[in-house]
């Protein structure tokens, strides 16, 4: 059986390394022959941060489907934004304020201040450069945080030829390749439609939610726990409980 999970808000939270029970659970799969697959979207290099290095050799895909890397192989970019975006982009950006993250295959351009929650998980390695933007090459993916100009932003970012994800709760909102999905990522690894147990928690996890073979939500998301056939509120021992879900399919 294949086993595909979200990173955060399903395996790992507040941006803390994925528990004890989690990580044995997943781990007592791969000892019954079971493939697991981590999908996130964080890019590649800042998923290994949240992972315990014993599960470090699995196959993963991050920036919602813009990047893949196969157990063994270097990290690949599928797709990547159109060069066109960035000066339109930029150029709102200078009537529009945001803070932004983009992602290429390894290293970044940030313009987070420090005192921003995410500042300290964006490459807490330290094995990427911080280049500007213009610098990059291709784009997997940019993370922007509007803050107050969010109901503003978002219908000029929405005209971009891209796919765009909002996360209200964040107040963020992710530009992807156009028909890029962690779906479509999954696909690089000739996952197909009813084959994989998913467990997710967000919207950018609905494509692959709804052609899971059985999908978990976990959190009480009401759009994306109609996707799916169980749901793991975060109440009481959510952890503990989630590590059991995961051994119940041994």
Not at 60 to 76: A, F, H, P, R, T
Not at 99 to 104: H, L
Not at 148 to 162: D, Q, T, W, Y
Not at 200 to 210: A, K, S, T
Request: glycine fraction near 4%.
């Amino acid at each position: 059986m294949k086993f595909v999970f979200d990173l955060d808000g399903t395996l790992c939270f507040d941006c803390k390394m994925i528990s004890d029970p989690i990580t044995q659970a997943i781990q007592r799969l791969e000892e019954k022959g079971h493939q697991i697959y981590f999908a996130s979207a964080r890019p590649i290099r800042d998923m290994f941060p949240v992972l315990p290095e014993i599960l470090h050799h699995h196959s993963m895909v991050g920036s919602n489907g813009s990047l893949i890397k196969k157990q063994g192989e270097d990290i690949q970019i599928t797709a990547s934004l159109p060069p066109d975006i960035l000066p339109n982009l930029l150029e709102i950006l200078q009537n529009t304020p945001a803070d932004y993250v983009a992602d290429s295959d390894w290293n970044y351009s940030s313009t987070l201040p420090k005192s921003h929650y995410l500042f300290p998980h964006v490459d807490p390695l330290k094995v990427a450069t911080n280049l500007s933007i213009t610098q990059l090459g291709q784009i997997a993916k940019i993370l922007l945080f509007p803050k107050e100009n969010f109901s503003k932003l978002l219908p000029l970012i929405s005209a971009f030829p891209a796919s765009i994800v909002c996360h209200n709760g964040e107040e963020a909102i992710d530009i992807n390749p156009l028909g890029i999905t962690k779906l479509e990522g999954l696909k690089a690894f000739g996952i197909q439609d009813q084959e994989a147990i998913i467990f997710g928690n967000d919207l950018n996890d609905i494509p692959m939610l709804e052609k899971a073979k059985e999908a978990i939500c976990i959190g009480d998301h009401k759009i994306v726990s109609a996707y799916a056939k169980d749901t793991i509120d975060l109440t009481d021992n959510y952890e503990e409980r989630i590590s059991r879900k995961i051994l119940s399919y041994l």
